[in-house]
């Protein structure tokens, strides 16, 4: 049986794969499936009511390659009522014109599948040019952004302030 979130990331390099691991941590993992998507896919997905998808920008403002492999595939996932929270790693200095790029783009395709967002994160303390993973105000991103590649000592405080705030919103 599942546990009560799902959590499904891809990795290149591994840095979306030990912030998932530190994520799961916070949760307990007796309530988070970590799911790897060139492992598993987007298998099980359709099971939670609970969903936290982790996703890297590469390749100025473009999918991770995993996300681009089932990318088509979500379109047939119903996540009406599903509530989502997202996490997007980047780089704001080497790439800060496409800054967590890839987050956006899964975020709206999240929403026209109907579902529930939740755990968005203030723009404050990161410095990057322009971001697709804004809200409308552009005051906070669509998820919790973490840069390994520039500020990977505050990786440890961003997640343990974070994974509280989307349980309670999650109301688990
Ligand atoms: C070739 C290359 C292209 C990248 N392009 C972007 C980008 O467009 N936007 C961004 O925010 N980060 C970009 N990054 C930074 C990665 O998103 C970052 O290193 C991330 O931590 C990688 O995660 P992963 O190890 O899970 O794949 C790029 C990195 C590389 C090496």
């Given at each position: 049986?599942?546990?009560?979130?799902?959590?499904?990331?891809?990795?290149?390099?591994?840095?979306?794969?030990?912030?998932?691991?530190?994520?799961?941590?916070?949760?307990?993992?007796?309530?988070?499936?970590?799911?790897?998507?060139?492992?598993?896919?987007l298998?099980?997905?359709?099971?939670?009511?609970?969903?936290?998808?982790?996703?890297?920008?590469?390749?100025?403002?473009?999918?991770?390659?995993?996300?681009?492999?089932v990318?088509a595939e979500l379109d047939e996932?119903?996540?009406?009522?599903?509530?989502?929270?997202?996490?997007?790693?980047?780089?704001?200095?080497?790439?800060?014109?496409?800054?967590?790029?890839?987050?956006?783009?899964?975020?709206?395709?999240?929403?026209?599948?109907?579902?529930?967002?939740?755990?968005?994160?203030?723009?404050?303390?990161?410095?990057?040019?322009?971001?697709?993973?804004?809200?409308?105000?552009?005051?906070?991103?669509?998820?919790?952004?973490?840069?390994?590649?520039?500020?990977?000592?505050?990786?440890?405080?961003?997640?343990?302030?974070?994974?509280?705030?989307?349980?309670?919103?999650?109301?688990?």
């Open positions: 049986m599942s546990k009560d979130v799902g959590l499904f990331y891809g990795s290149t390099t591994g840095n979306t794969e030990s912030c998932a691991e530190l994520i799961a941590t916070h949760i307990g993992p007796e309530r988070v499936d970590l799911h790897e998507l060139a492992t598993d896919g298998a099980g997905l359709g099971n939670y009511s609970y969903l936290i998808l982790g996703i890297p920008t590469w390749d100025y403002g473009e999918l991770q390659e995993d996300w681009s492999d990318w996932v119903d996540l009406n009522g599903v509530r989502c929270a997202l996490f997007g790693l980047g780089d704001q200095v080497g790439y800060g014109e496409w800054f967590v790029d890839a987050m956006g783009a899964l975020h709206d395709k999240l929403v026209s599948r109907g579902a529930l967002m939740c755990g968005y994160w203030p723009i404050y303390g990161y410095n990057f040019e322009a971001s697709r993973a804004l809200n409308e105000s552009e005051d906070y991103f669509v998820g919790l952004v973490l840069d390994e590649d520039c500020q990977s000592e505050l990786t440890a405080d961003r997640i343990a302030q974070w994974v509280p705030q989307v349980m309670a919103a999650f109301e688990l």
